[in-house]
Nanobody, 124 residues
Framework: QVQPVESGGGLVQAGGSLRLSCAASGRTSSSVAMAWFRQALGKEREFVAGISWIGGRTYYADSVKGRFTISRDNAQNTVYLQMNSLKPEDTAVYYC?????????????????WGQGTQVTVSS
């Protein structure tokens, strides 16, 4: 079992940056794929970015490609989401998630373990 815990959210002006962290306890996060999702008020949860556990291959939603970077530090059991050039439409609760089968997928139902979420608010 893996318990993800997110941190690093906050309020930032448009064009600014934030870095989210996801610390995973339990089964070491160095052996699991991990992903970030977000959910804006009144909208469905959507895939943002993912990183595989073999080779650190990364995946991004088109809406964040070129602005967000996902990375991992296996020694710290932590995954990061560096968010640059933030836009008001990036405002959402951001969740860290671990998939059931250790493969990255954009569907939330594919994921077994979820963090509690961290709020990101981008003002215009």
């Amino acid at each position: 079992q893996v318990q993800p815990v997110e941190s690093g959210g906050g309020l930032v002006q448009a064009g600014g940056s934030l870095r989210l962290s996801c610390a995973a306890s339990g089964r070491t996060s160095s052996s699991v794929a991990m992903a970030w999702f977000r959910q804006a008020l009144g909208k469905e949860r959507e895939f943002v970015a993912g990183i595989s556990w073999i080779g650190g291959r990364t995946y991004y939603a088109d809406s964040v490609k070129g602005r967000f970077t996902i990375s991992r530090d296996n020694a710290q059991n932590t995954v990061y989401l560096q968010m640059n050039s933030l836009k008001p439409e990036d405002t959402a609760v951001y969740y860290c998630a671990v998939p059931r089968t250790n493969l990255i997928n954009t569907t939330p139902a594919w994921y077994e373990y979820w963090g509690q979420g961290t709020q990101v608010t981008v003002s215009s």
